[in-house]
């Protein structure tokens, strides 16, 4: 009675004196008595993440480049939240994401995309290693050389369907929604032996591209207001189906696919018939205990897996097709290399991958495209939990997240002269490339790096090889604003996401 008597003699003035003295002491001890307090950085980023926010949600998703900015300003090393480090010098690049040594992801940054089950957004250490041990395998280059038929037969799809389009002066074809429904057929095929048919669908199933797009706009928000995912998510079914635009039910009806995909393919698993999919890989697994192949587990590993898959490559693609298809010498080194590269069988366009990797102007088309397009636009925060980091003098503490962000490496004059350039010269050079072996990340380095980097090199080459000997394209109204990265989405934001679209002629050679 005494404690709800006190309060109720509470007045507003006391309730607001309360809240200033708490926040004044918070931010007290953020600037000055934090174990971060001595590192450079904007003052209001020390104090709260609200900063942050600002830029992420207000700003949409400007906070990489604001962090570009402070470093302008305070130098390699600098705090950008109350909790967090962020350093801008490639010769740490190595030292941060490296094979060896204990590191665990920043539970702040990837519990937002609730997947905790997966590999992908696994945070702990140990974790992690058990999960990737058996998707190395199926990932391997080994295995991608032995599925590159999958590869090939979606290419060729994808050229057929674009054929539909070939000689008309009135209509254009969406490019970048043709590339993405074929990463999606790919990548669903390879994993799960199930063909989705986006190719077939006369928009390319642009819809659902828009939806993998959008999701790092709902990963921004989660971020500062943790609630937000977890209440989409609880919408019933046929709310959201309501509510929800075009995009979204293409999103609920390919989960729901997935889902029962998933049942399907672990009910049937010891059928030595069934044809083998990354879940086998996962069910067979010694290093995993039972738990970690429950239904849960394994469908939070598959939608990680597949979604990881899709838009990073497509963006990969649209970049280098843009870009080659703007510059007429690019595209025609491209076509005289081709055209005297050895042909499958004799045939006048097919070549093998280990045929097309051989290739040293289609590699330096690609490494350059992947320059301008690595897999995330945000930074990769990692933590030693059982040791302090050295960075110079500066000593950072055991458990704390320390990033760096890929772009800005990959954007940096130093190491690349003008950077904003799509130059493939730049990797004919040897001594560049050496150089640039440490330091050239587009699937990011160390135990944490991209398991399907071998798969997205293959559909690099192989629809970039069959697009060019087969097409000529003519954009309409296309330009850097739908290539050029201006938005942290997790993976990368352009300006207009609505995609390129071009007038497609067959090339004749």
């Known amino acids: 009675?005494?404690?709800?008597?006190?309060?109720?003699?509470?007045?507003?003035?006391?309730?607001?004196?309360?809240?200033?003295?708490?926040?004044?002491?918070?931010?007290?001890?953020?600037?000055?008595?934090?174990?971060?307090?001595?590192?450079?950085?904007?003052?209001?980023?020390?104090?709260?993440?609200?900063?942050?926010?600002?830029?992420?949600?207000?700003?949409?998703?400007?906070?990489?480049?604001?962090?570009?900015?402070?470093?302008?300003?305070?130098?390699?090393?600098?705090?950008?939240?109350?909790?967090?480090?962020?350093?801008?010098?490639?010769?740490?690049?190595?030292?941060?994401?490296?094979?060896?040594?204990?590191?665990?992801?920043?539970?702040?940054?990837?519990?937002?995309?609730?997947?905790?089950?997966?590999?992908?957004?696994?945070?702990?250490?140990?974790?992690?290693?058990?999960?990737?041990?058996?998707?190395?395998?199926?990932?391997?280059?080994?295995?991608?050389?032995?599925?590159?038929?999958?590869?090939?037969?979606?290419?060729?799809?994808?050229?057929?369907?674009?054929?539909?389009?070939?000689?008309?002066?009135?209509?254009?074809?969406?490019?970048?929604?043709?590339?993405?429904?074929?990463?999606?057929?790919?990548?669903?095929?390879?994993?799960?032996?199930?063909?989705?048919?986006?190719?077939?669908?006369?928009?390319?199933?642009?819809?659902?591209?828009?939806?993998?797009?959008?999701?790092?706009?709902?990963?921004?928000?989660?971020?500062?207001?943790?609630?937000?995912?977890?209440?989409?998510?609880?919408?019933?079914?046929?709310?959201?189906r309501k509510v929800g635009d075009e995009g979204g039910r293409a999103f609920l009806a390919f989960r729901r696919e997935l889902t029962q995909l998933t049942k399907d393919i672990m009910a049937s698993a010891s059928d030595p018939e069934s044809p083998r999919t990354v879940i086998h890989d996962i069910l067979a697994s010694s290093s995993l205990p039972p738990e970690e192949k429950t239904f849960e587990r394994v469908y939070s590993e598959i939608g990680a897996v597949t979604g990881a898959a899709f838009e990073t490559t497509a963006h990969a693609l649209r970049i280098i097709l843009y870009y080659v298809y703007t510059n007429p010498t690019m595209l025609r080194c491209l076509r005289a290399e081709l055209a005297e590269a050895p042909k499958v069988d004799g045939d006048s366009e097919d070549h093998t991958l280990s045929t097309l990797k051989k290739l040293p102007y289609l590699t330096a088309v690609i490494m350059e495209g992947l320059r301008l397009g690595p897999g995330n636009a945000t930074r990769m925060a990692r933590i030693a939990p059982d040791r302090d980091l050295m960075y110079g003098d500066w000593r950072i503490p055991a458990g704390t997240p320390v990033g760096m962000t890929t772009i800005l490496m990959h954007m940096d004059e130093r190491l690349y002269p003008e950077p904003d350039l799509f130059e493939p010269d730049r990797w004919m050079d040897a001594e560049v490339r050496k150089k640039a072996d440490k330091t050239f990340a587009p699937?990011?380095?160390?135990?944490?790096?991209?398991?399907?980097?071998?798969?997205?090199?293959?559909?690099?080459?192989?629809?970039?090889?069959?697009?060019?000997?087969?097409?000529?394209?003519?954009?309409?109204?296309?330009?850097?604003?739908?290539?050029?990265?201006?938005?942290?989405?997790?993976?990368?934001?352009?300006?207009?996401?609505?995609?390129?679209?071009?007038?497609?002629?067959e090339y004749r050679g």
Not at 90 to 112: M, V
Not at 119 to 130: A, G, P, S
Not at 468 to 491: L, N, T, Y
């Open 443 to 505: 699937f990011s380095r160390g135990t944490r790096n991209c398991g399907g980097m071998q798969l997205a090199w293959a559909e690099l080459y192989m629809v970039i090889a069959a697009l060019v000997q087969r097409f000529d394209f003519e954009f309409d109204g296309a330009g850097p604003k739908d290539v050029v990265c201006a938005s942290d989405r997790f993976i990368i934001g352009t300006a207009d996401s609505s995609g390129i679209k071009a007038f497609v002629a």
């Open 1 to 240: 009675m005494d404690t709800l008597a006190t309060i109720r003699g509470l007045s507003w003035q006391h309730v607001a004196a309360s809240i200033f003295v708490y926040f004044t002491s918070l931010a007290f001890y953020q600037l000055f008595l934090h174990p971060l307090s001595r590192y450079p950085g904007p003052k209001l980023a020390a104090i709260t993440r609200y900063y942050e926010a600002y830029y992420d949600v207000i700003c949409h998703g400007q906070y990489t480049w604001k962090i570009a900015e402070m470093h302008k300003k305070y130098g390699p090393i600098i705090r950008i939240s109350p909790y967090e480090l962020h350093i801008n010098d490639p010769a740490y690049f190595e030292k941060l994401y490296r094979q060896d040594g204990r590191w665990n992801k920043y539970a702040w940054s990837y519990t937002r995309f609730h997947a905790r089950h997966s590999t992908v957004f696994c945070v702990e250490h140990d974790v992690h290693r058990r999960r990737r041990a058996p998707l190395n395998a199926f990932f391997s280059k080994a295995n991608v050389n032995r599925k590159q038929a999958i590869v090939h037969d979606k290419a060729n799809k994808l050229c057929y369907r674009l054929a539909e389009f070939a000689g008309s002066k009135t209509k254009t074809v969406n490019l970048s929604a043709a590339v993405g429904a074929l990463v999606r057929d790919v990548a669903t095929e390879f994993i799960l032996g199930k063909d989705i048919h986006n190719l077939d669908m006369e928009d390319f199933n642009i819809s659902i591209g828009a939806i993998f797009q959008g999701s790092g706009i709902l990963w921004r928000i989660s971020k500062h207001a943790p609630w937000f995912g977890p209440l989409m998510r609880a919408l019933p079914f046929i709310v959201a």
